[in-house]
């Protein structure tokens, strides 16, 4: 959790700006949450989520979102981050091997729930971006970008004497016919 957090703030200082955490997200993510499981270390079940009026939601939103842009990492050390391992013996071989053990974590339902709607704003602001290895057919782009793009790259790395790795150039994918 801690490290998509970390994510979520280069991506936010990346884009110089607040991360906007829409109620739709928060609210799509409350309804993914399964009813019937075993609550947390703080007792929290899912099911009290789900009687959550729109005002209360509204608050969690906002909590969400001022944990998302907080550059303190004391703003994460909050009581439902915190979660318990259970050591359930499968009641088959020797007690004293590990194998032997399945573990099982409660997590709390609310940093579920948070974590489902950081997830959800990443993947949203990484979709904005294409993928670099599909410039040439996008509107406005050509090729030719991604060839400037890394011989840009390949004088940098040669003055500032970095090694450059290149894992592969599809040049069929780029072109239709090559001669």
Not at 69 to 83: G, K, L, P, R, Y
Not at 96 to 120: C, H, M
Request: with cysteine.
């Amino acid at each position: 959790l801690e490290c998509l957090v970390r994510v979520a703030r280069r991506v936010q200082r990346a884009r110089a700006g607040r991360i906007r955490l829409d109620m739709d997200v928060v609210l799509q993510e409350k309804a993914r949450m399964l009813t019937g499981k075993a609550p947390g270390p703080d007792g929290v079940a899912a099911e009290l989520l789900h009687l959550f009026d729109w005002h209360t939601t509204e608050i969690f939103r906002q909590v969400f979102e001022r944990r998302i842009n907080s550059d303190d990492d004391e703003a994460t050390e909050v009581a439902w981050n915190q979660s318990i391992l259970h050591a359930l013996y499968k009641g088959k071989g020797s007690r004293t091997l590990l194998a032997n053990w399945r573990f099982i974590s409660l997590v709390p339902v609310v940093q579920k729930w948070y974590e489902g709607a950081l997830w959800t704003v990443v993947a949203r602001r990484r979709a904005r971006a294409p993928p670099p290895w599909i410039y040439g057919y996008i509107q406005g782009r050509q090729a030719s970008d991604l060839v400037h793009a890394l011989s840009w790259t390949m004088l940098r790395c040669a003055e500032w004497h970095l090694p450059l790795l290149v894992a592969s150039i599809d040049v069929n994918t780029a072109f239709d016919c090559i001669d």
